[in-house]
């Protein structure tokens, strides 16, 4: 379920980038700065998404040193 | 309205996703005014001249004596350059030439310049050097007086005497008759000058050839400008004594060899001073005769340093027009040069506009023609780059340059590279000292880009944007791993795990459950209890929970998990490359490739390894203790062999796995073999149907009705040449037909499965260097903390404190800041250029260098450099 909310975040940061760099942005070519945002969000994306599913189940849990 | 807004992406057409399109165009330029337009054209900086003379040397072609001149004129400059820089002006810098110069009159100029100045050289040579000598005279008279008169009081003449006649010539010679007088004026000396390192190797020599019959007396002046080389030495005053001829030819003789400057010394106190008087009196003439000189010649180097640039430019300039203009071929009877020349097809209508400016204002009655050209030569590669994506296109062309029109790495590079280097290098703190620095130098770009920065500084200063990427996606990495020089932060929150009881049930206290309200360290001491992420819980919402820094499992857990993400990445990475090949395929129209390679492909990689991320996604969402090395080694050692449910991560496992493995092998026959067998049929077919215009109609046919094709050399019929690297269709697509050799194409066919098949397991391996340098940083920085840092404070002393913070800053700075992130990013290099790119990158182009003016001058730096 967290995994679900934390991706639609990411997807509406995605929506949010794009609409910023058709709106606000410069006029002229856009090709490059879209790839570029992307890239961006689908990292940020994918290392969280990782990192969050690493935890779901932990199957060693932490220990404290004697 | 406003969807159709948002969804217009913009990629039919991306910027740097391949480089411009050329074209190829022919210049009929009239011979009288060819230099005129060559030099617009230097302006205009956007045609790369073909040159059309290379059967002809340099010595033949038609303005080599004018490259001659300007090679004679830049010399002369660079020997201005040389005395003005030595004389300690700085030649005036000016932004545009000021006035027009006839090339002409500016090497008239020149050569009288020269020639001033070096006769200037030479007398100021000559009297520097008669100044010197007198200096040196003066001295050896002041010093050496004052210890003659010593050593000469010290010298008895019958103490003379009788050493004398004991060396005698002639043993016979009655003693009695040479006069005491005589004898003693046979007792010569030397004196001079000699450099003070010299004087005891002088000294041992002169003793050892003389037996012992000599006496030096010498003593130190300090700096002295030697007259031969006009550099100050420190030097020694020596007069020797010695007695007889021979003696007198030896000490000349060392004193040659030693490089000891000899002076006329008069034996008389009188002559003594007479002789100062006057060489005081030559110095203070020579003196204001050098001063004169001196003033002259600055001037005159002045003069020089004022123009200096604005020559060197005009010169480095007509140079360039004249090379350019050797590129053309002459056309005798029409007066007319023919230059062939590639320009981006954008910017035809630019070049056009400068022909005809420079037309109108030489006033010619001739214009310019200037014609497309059909050709089959591969085009230059050009992207134009900006300041931003300068550096990531900089690492790609390091590997290698791109074909033309071939998909650009540099544009996922542009995000990839940066978050690769940021696995490895995910710090919080670390990344605000790399944004600090990054940030600093875009912000103070525009003084800092003005600056000679030296070799280091200017390569941290031109990846600018690229250490800002990285120190970018460090933070957010930093952020995920949760590491802030290595301590963990609460930002997102505290632990989700939490103090329960072995058995995992709440822990009671007074019959409330207070599970939720122990401090974690407390948690087994105090209860007995265990940490645990309770069943319902969700895990840390962003990053690593907190709780595992410092712990006794902490190393298990995340070394089981960031390597599991380095696949995860490295996978995915690789999917990137080999769609890429997909991209080139259908830009190229080679339909052959993409079922013959881009599938086998796709589908070996995905089956083996895109499996096994599968497995590893499907394993943490279970939670199932599934060893997944036993999976996927058992999936080749037996396949087909029932698992245990327990461990079976999806239902049909087994009989997935034997299905996978069995199209993953099938895959490697299929890269291999069809595509060769394919291009032996269409060769044969096509030679077959030789002698027909089918060939014509195979070869142009595409290129004749396709307007856009034309710019696609490697289209349609370069399909073998696209199969293997080093085939002899790289220079155009043309002609292959011809020398179809089956061995060749198999054999590249062959190295290229097999490399892809070897490569598919040594690349995946490879990025696991994410993990590895991942957790070395991590490790490091908390070995920096916790032992360096952490300890001096809990010694409770201002003073160790202090040294511990500096011993922390240090190491901080020099091992995590400077080496880490070196090493780090070698390796983002590494996975970029092999792993990624090796698996679509061709890289056999050649860069596009248009005759420009605006960088001649960073050119010839290079050059001579």
Not at chain 2, 779 to 799: A, C, E, G, H, K
Request: charged fraction near 20%; hydrophobic fraction near 45%; proline fraction near 4%.
């Amino acid at each position: 379920m967290g995994f679900w909310l934390g991706t639609l975040v990411f997807f509406l940061i995605q929506i949010v980038t794009t609409a910023c760099i058709n709106f606000f942005g410069k006029p002229g070519k856009k090709g490059l700065t879209h790839i570029m945002a992307f890239t961006t969000v689908f990292q940020c994306w994918f290392i969280w998404a990782i990192i969050y599913m690493a935890q779901m189940n932990p199957l060693i849990n932490p220990e404290y040193k004697e | 309205m406003a969807l159709n807004k948002l969804l217009d992406f913009g990629f039919d057409e991306i910027e740097l996703w391949r480089s411009e399109e050329m074209e190829l165009v022919r210049l009929l330029i009239p011979s009288e005014s060819a230099h005129d337009t060559v030099v617009a054209l230097g302006e205009v900086g956007l045609l790369q001249f073909k040159d059309l003379n290379t059967e002809k040397s340099a010595f033949q072609r038609t303005y080599a004596n004018q490259v001659k001149r300007c090679d004679e004129m830049a010399r002369r400059l660079r020997f201005f350059q040389e005395q003005v820089e030595k004389a300690g002006l700085t030649p005036t810098v000016r932004t545009s030439p000021s006035g027009k110069h006839e090339l002409d009159d500016l090497e008239n100029r020149l050569e009288e310049l020269e020639k001033e100045l070096i006769s200037m050289n030479e007398n100021t040579e000559r009297l520097d050097r008669t100044y010197n000598e007198l200096v040196e005279l003066q001295v050896v008279l002041e010093h050496a007086g004052k210890f003659f008169d010593k050593a000469k009081a010290g010298v008895r003449p019958d103490a003379f005497e009788r050493e004398f006649s004991g060396a005698q010539e002639n043993p016979d010679a009655p003693l009695l008759e040479l006069g005491v007088q005589e004898k003693v004026a046979r007792v010569g000396f030397v004196a001079g000058t000699i450099p003070q390192e010299k004087v005891n190797a002088f000294e041992r020599l002169l003793f050892r050839a003389t037996r012992g019959n000599m006496y030096l007396r010498q003593g130190s002046v300090g700096e002295v400008k030697d007259p031969i080389t006009n550099e100050s030495v420190s030097k020694h005053v020596f007069v020797i004594f010695f007695a007889g001829d021979r003696s007198r030819i030896k000490i000349m003789k060392i004193c040659e060899a030693f490089g000891a400057n000899r002076y006329p010394f008069p034996d008389d106190p009188a002559r003594q001073r007479q002789m100062d008087s006057e060489v005081t009196a030559r110095i203070r003439e020579l003196q204001t005769t050098i001063d004169a000189g001196e003033r002259h010649r600055k001037a005159l180097l002045q003069t020089i340093a004022a123009n200096l640039d604005e020559w060197a430019t005009l010169v480095r300039r007509e140079k360039a027009v004249y090379h350019t203009l050797n590129k053309m071929n002459v056309d005798v009877t029409s007066k007319v040069l023919v230059a062939e020349a590639w320009v981006p097809s954008v910017s035809k209508a630019d070049v056009q506009k400068a022909l005809r400016d420079s037309a109108e204002t030489s006033s010619t009655q001739l214009h310019v023609i200037m014609q497309p050209v059909v050709t089959h030569d591969s085009p230059p590669t050009y992207y134009r780059t900006n300041k931003f994506t300068q550096a990531f296109q900089n690492i790609v062309d390091s590997y290698g340059i791109a074909r033309y029109r071939e998909v650009n790495p540099a544009v996922l590079t542009l995000m990839t590279f940066p978050f690769l280097f940021a696995i490895m290098f995910g710090d919080f703190g670390h990344a605000i000292i790399m944004l600090a620095v990054a940030v600093a130098m875009v912000a103070k770009e525009k003084t800092l880009s003005k600056m000679d920065l030296g070799d280091m500084f200017g390569m941290l200063f031109g990846g600018r944007y690229l250490i800002l990427m990285m120190g970018l996606y460090s933070l957010y990495t930093g952020l995920i791993y949760n590491e802030f020089f290595s301590m963990p932060t609460y930002i997102f929150g505290r632990s989700r795990f939490v103090c329960m009881n072995p058995d995992g049930s709440d822990i009671m206290e007074n019959g409330v459950s207070i599970t939720n309200s122990i401090d974690p360290r407390d948690c087994k001491h105090l209860y007995e209890g265990v940490l645990k992420m309770p069943e319902d819980s969700a895990p840390y919402v962003f990053g690593v929970d907190p709780i595992w820094h410092g712990r006794k499992t902490e190393l298990p857990f995340l070394n089981s998990m960031k390597m599991k993400m380095s696949i995860l990445i490295g996978v995915t990475h690789m999917d990137f490359g080999i769609l890429n090949t997909l991209f080139n395929n259908l830009y190229f129209r080679d339909r052959l490739s993409i079922i013959c390679e881009f599938i086998p492909q796709m589908i070996f990689l995905n089956f083996l390894f895109g499996y096994l991320s599968i497995l590893i996604v499907i394993k943490w969402c279970s939670g199932k203790m599934t060893d997944l090395y036993h999976v996927m080694i058992y999936m080749f050692l037996s396949p087909g062999a029932p698992m245990d449910p327990k461990e079976e991560l999806i239902s049909g496992q087994s009989g997935l796995q034997v299905f996978l493995v069995l199209v993953a092998f099938i895959a490697i026959p299929w890269m291999l073999l069809p595509k060769p067998l394919i291009l032996k049929k269409r060769h044969e077919a096509m030679q077959a149907a030789k002698g027909h215009s089918v060939e014509l109609t195979q070869n142009y046919g595409a290129l004749a009705d396709d307007e856009e094709s034309r710019h696609r050399p490697h289209g349609g019929a370069a399909q073998p040449s696209a199969g293997g690297h080093g085939e002899g269709g790289g220079h155009g697509g043309h002609g292959h037909g011809d020398h179809f050799e089956f061995g060749e194409v198999m054999v590249h066919q062959m190295i290229h499965t097999i490399e892809f098949v070897l490569g598919a397991v040594s690349n995946t391996a490879s990025y696991l260097r994410l993990w590895a340098l991942s957790l070395a940083h991590s490790q490091l920085s908390s070995v920096f903390f916790d032992r360096v840092l952490m300890l001096t404070i809990s010694l409770n002393s201002p003073f160790f404190m202090i040294i511990g913070f500096f011993v922390f800053a240090c190491a901080t700075l020099g091992v995590l800041m400077i080496m880490e992130s070196l090493s780090a990013f070698l390796h983002a290099l590494r996975l970029h250029w092999v792993e990624y790119m090796g698996k679509f990158y061709k890289g056999d182009g050649y860069r596009f260098a248009p005759f420009c003016f605006k960088d001649l001058k960073d050119k010839e730096e290079a050059a001579s450099s």
